[in-house]
């Protein structure tokens, strides 16, 4: 059932079994599955069915570290959140990205990547991209760099590419057992003196509307910029000491080490003829649109202590090309000359992350300040791979790579550009001190409060985020199941 908070009437306290914060595909996902399990469920989303100036704005916030996007224009609040304007590329993270590296401080994930990889199928059928296995068929174009140490990366794409909240809204209406609350904004999570456990909600309007509820689990799924924001404002509503370090913050972890996913730009490669894996990124297998990277073999990136990453060459139109386009591509001479871009993982570094800025919102709360910050790895990642290609390029006798290595510096990430995928600052950790969440995703020292989304990575890999951390929802929702 969907309901628009101003309809609702008001009760002392409504009571549920699972309150769920945010209606993105974290949210929605949750909402359906522990619904359908019988739970009742309420799902309170700040926005309605359509884009409105009065929720969007509420996402605004200060920026400072490196430069990055305007806050309010990198997510969208109404139903079904940011996937009402992505791309829907999809692709698992990698067994290394589980991994403690020791080149890379912080790494390594509480859980196992089987753990995770047994959700994937069922969370690719929900992203509406094919749960096969992600190799290549025997008919994808051959990979001519493998000899400098490249495997291809597969991307899925769905066709069309929709949003959660539309292409969900009918098991939103439907499901028993769950109320959606539209237009709602959540102004906090009230917990006990101490802040180990949640006792109520607060939803309000700008009309002065509130409401609180309760319920004997809740999930904050606000997405992965605002989930550290709510914990930081979030406490007990009476008596709440001085200095109070927000929900869950007893270690200052809360908001830390954010991530996001730099790409970059840079050399220039002339190939001798056109090849068909390094420049067309677009294709199709069987009914699967589909999109070929490539990235060094994680045995590489071990041996090199680099991050992981993808990258594809960027020719002046061909990678953009759609498949009835590429058909007719032979009245067209191919492009030959391409740059490199490369697309990071970003490390996860314990200063880069989201705390709340002295500016208000509307409803008087903290907005959010986002200082983000890169390191090292970063740039030796995009400086080995973009000598690798070349020597690749050249090993296969396809043309060659132009790169002045002393022209990459410090200064890349000026000229690099984000692909808004949002990342940590509640990170998962078997250790409070280390981390926001356990490996249940249930915050450290809060008895009855989860997150859902990519907030809870401890390390990003390079790939897009929704797919993975929609497994990561399932398997949550069947730990709940189990527990609640
Ligand atoms: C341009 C663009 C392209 C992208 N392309 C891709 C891609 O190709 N592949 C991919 O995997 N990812 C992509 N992403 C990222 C993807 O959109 C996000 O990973 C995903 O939407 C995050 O889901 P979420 O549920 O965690 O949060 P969100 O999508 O941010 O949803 C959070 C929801 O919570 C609501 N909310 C926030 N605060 C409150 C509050 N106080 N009270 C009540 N409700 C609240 C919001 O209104 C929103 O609906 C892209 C993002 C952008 C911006």
Redesign the pocket.
């Known amino acids: 059932m969907l309901v628009a908070f101003s309809d609702f009437s008001e009760s002392p306290a409504l009571e549920t079994d699972v309150c769920i ?8 996902t949750l909402a359906i599955e522990l619904a359908r399990s019988g739970r009742e469920v309420i799902l ?4 309605g069915l359509e884009p409105d100036d009065d ?1 969007q704005e ?2 605004a916030g200060e920026i400072s570290g490196v430069p990055y996007t305007d806050l309010d224009s ?17 692709t698992p993270l990698q067994p290394i990205d589980f991994s403690v590296r020791d080149w890379v401080a912080d790494s390594g994930w509480p859980i196992d990547y089987n753990d995770f990889a047994g959700y994937l199928p069922r969370a690719a059928d929900l ?1 509406r991209v094919s749960h096969e296995e992600w190799v290549l068929p025997n008919n994808a174009p051959t990979n001519h760099l493998e000899d400098a140490g490249f495997r291809p990366v597969l991307f899925r ?1 769905p066709e069309p590419i929709f949003g ?2 539309e292409a969900y809204r009918r098991d939103l209406e439907k499901t028993t057992g769950l109320t959606v609350i539209l237009g ?4 906090g999570f009230n917990s006990n003196e101490t802040g180990s456990e949640v006792m109520s909600v607060t ?1 309000g309007n700008r009309a002065g509307k509130r409401q609180e509820i309760r319920a004997r689990t809740y999930v904050l ?7 550290a924001r ?1 914990l930081l404002l979030s406490g007990p509503t009476e008596s709440r000491p001085d200095r109070w370090p927000g929900l869950g913050n007893n270690h200052d972890g809360v908001g830390r080490y954010f991530m996001e996913h730099p790409a970059y730009d840079l050399g220039q490669v002339s190939l001798t003829e056109s090849d068909d894996f390094l420049s067309e990124a677009y294709t199709w297998i069987g009914d699967d649109k589909v999109r070929l990277d490539l990235q060094l073999d994680a045995s590489v990136q071990r041996e090199a202590r680099i991050l992981n990453h993808s990258m594809f060459l960027l020719g002046s139109g061909s990678r953009r090309k759609s498949f009835s386009e590429r058909m007719l591509s032979w009245i067209k001479p191919p492009d030959l000359e391409f740059r490199i871009r490369v697309r990071l993982e970003h490390a996860p570094y314990a200063d880069s992350r989201v705390t709340l800025s002295d500016e208000l919102d509307a409803f008087g709360l903290r907005r959010t300040k986002l200082e983000m910050r890169v390191g090292d790895l970063e740039l030796a990642t995009i400086r080995h791979v973009v000598e690798s290609c070349g020597r690749g390029v050249g090993m296969a006798d396809l043309g060659r790579l132009k790169f002045d290595g002393n022209s990459l510096s410090e200064a890349w990430i000026d000229d690099a550009f984000w ?4 990342a940590g600052g509640t990170r998962m950790s078997a250790d409070p001190a280390k981390g926001v969440v356990d490996a249940n995703c249930k915050v450290h020292g809060v008895a009855n409060l989860y997150v ?4 809870v990575f401890p390390t990003s890999g390079q ?7 929609i497994a990561l929802a399932l398997r949550l929702a069947d730990h709940l199941e189990k527990g609640t």
């Open positions: 914060t945010g209606g993105g595909p974290a949210g929605i309170v989303e700040s926005g929720s509420l996402a990198v997510r969208l609040r109404y139903l079904g959140g940011s996937t009402n304007h992505w791309a829907g590329q999809s992203c794409f959660f909240g709602g904004h959540v102004l939803v799924a606000t997405g992965g910029i605002e989930n709510q692909q808004i995928h949002h859902a989304g990519s907030s790939a897009n985020p929704t797919m993975n951390f």
